[in-house]
Nanobody
Framework: QVQLVESGGGSVQAGGSLKLSCTVSGYIAPRYCMAWFRQVPGREREGVASEEGDEFTFYADSVKGRFTISKDSAKNILYLQMNGLKPEDSAMYYC??????????????????????WGEGTQVTVSA
């Protein structure tokens, strides 16, 4: 059974940093790609950053230059380093995984409907 478990969320002041982790257990595929999403109540889930191993990463314009996605494939852990946090970054953050996403690139990799496996989320709150 595949499980994705996020951790590292919390409350910080604007300008601060957090590092989220997503630990994957269970078998997905020989190769799979992952992404981070976020969602605020009443709004659609938004893609934040995606990765395809060391070859490709893609970021939403709103986080470009501030967030960094990375993956430790040996440990099956996905990370999201978030610097320069803003109040508008406050949301529930989710990680997602899917093997077929590795065939795509760019904006497609930030669409929630292309991912099969999801975590339960970790809350990030940024105060002004």
């Amino acid at each position: 059974q595949v499980q994705l478990v996020e951790s590292g969320g919390g409350s910080v002041q604007a300008g601060g940093s957090l590092k989220l982790s997503c630990t994957v257990s269970g078998y997905i595929a020989p190769r799979y790609c992952m992404a981070w999403f976020r969602q605020v109540p009443g709004r659609e889930r938004e893609g934040v950053a995606s990765e395809e191993g060391d070859e490709f990463t893609f970021y939403a314009d709103s986080v470009k230059g501030r967030f960094t996605i990375s993956k430790d494939s040996a440990k099956n852990i996905l990370y999201l380093q978030m610097n320069g946090l803003k109040p508008e970054d406050s949301a529930m953050y989710y990680c997602a995984a899917d093997p077929l996403v590795c065939l795509a690139e760019g904006e497609v990799t930030l669409r929630p409907n292309v991912y099969k496996y999801w975590g339960e989320g970790t809350q990030v709150t940024v105060s002004a």
